[in-house]
């Protein structure tokens, strides 16, 4: 028998057993896949965007928006960087706080493993798991490689993105099995896709790429970096704006993001009286978003600049700044970075992850109802969210 069985080798199941092993605790970190967090490997490009320096509550997206405000608090980005440092790595600030590993991100994942096997934990891959039960004041767990008994159970099985890598709904399915209820599931930080005009138009544009203020549903404007695609909308604009999208609701994108564009074309047209409307669109954008932006219906495309109204300048400026396409949908669970929704966290200590329900079970990282913004906040829900759970543990 150990003390804490941790299902999950990736970001949070790794971090939260090399805690719960540093505060005195026999771990065992268990899970099906052949290597251990391959998310953090594939993340950043492959350098992994291991926190973002302003990480805060506003920062996530959940159905109690003071759940996460706890864990965030007691463990910093800070605290997670003096670990990296402690391990002899580097990093560096790309844009909007992101961190990147200087080196590659398979150096977090070796220093995740290594603290795990310096702490006194073992980690077994390749094991399938399977029922989960609690009887006699223990977790007893069924794995291809035998049954597991332990005082404490751990769930950091994560969401249902990228399922080719291993990806599965057996958080859930743990949590419903004890009680909990589940915030309906859906992929979050993931590409737009759009079907009939749109999809020809965009697909024509594959490549393009320009920055935009973007926002979708309840949630706020994101000011980056939007990137047209055979399928449809794609870069950090859409992949944020895409946590707050639901089905059949436009996103709403400013194209000409912090400028009055009334004001400026009015400028132009007393510049440049001769000029066409359709190459003042090509000059301001790039010259095939420019060329697409002068067939929308409406655009005063075979006029020069001196012919336009003031009527007209404001139609132009308010549809090039409130710019509402209605995707058809996402990539899905294919592609998206994120889960959104998950285990509710009515059922959740805010302190310690610990279920309400069952004494001795906590659940943390992807799979609770808490998705961070693009940026490296779902890697610092990880690591704090396990920090607190290993307190608790060890507390106990």
Known sequence: MIDTLVLGAGAAGLFCGARAGELGQRVLVVDHARKPAEKV??????????????????????????FAKSALARYSPWDFCDRVAKAGLTWHEKTLGQLFCDQRSGAIIDMLVGDLKAAGGEMRLETQIGEVEHRDGLFHVATSGGPLKARTLVVATGGLSIPKMGASGLAYDIARKFGHDIVPTRPALVPFTFTGAFKDAFSELSGVSCMVDAKA????????????THRGLSGPAMLQASTYWHESEPVEIDLAPGTTLMDELAEDRKAHPKQAFSTWLSGRFPARLGQYISGWPGMPSGKQ???LSKAEMDAVATALKHWKPVPAGTEGYRTAEVTAGGIDTDGLSSKT?????????????ECVDVTGWLGGYNFQWAWASADACARAIADR
């Open 217 to 228: 549903g309840s949630g706020p404007d994101f000011h980056e970096a939007m990137l047209f």
């Open 353 to 365: 992850m610990e279920s309400k329900l069952v004494p001795g079970l906590y659940f943390i990282g």
């Open 305 to 307: 600049l001196a012919q």
């Open 41 to 66: 490997r594939i993340s950043g490009g492959g350098r992994c965007n291991f926190t973002n320096i302003e990480t805060g509550p506003n920062n996530f997206v959940s159905q109690n928006p003071h």
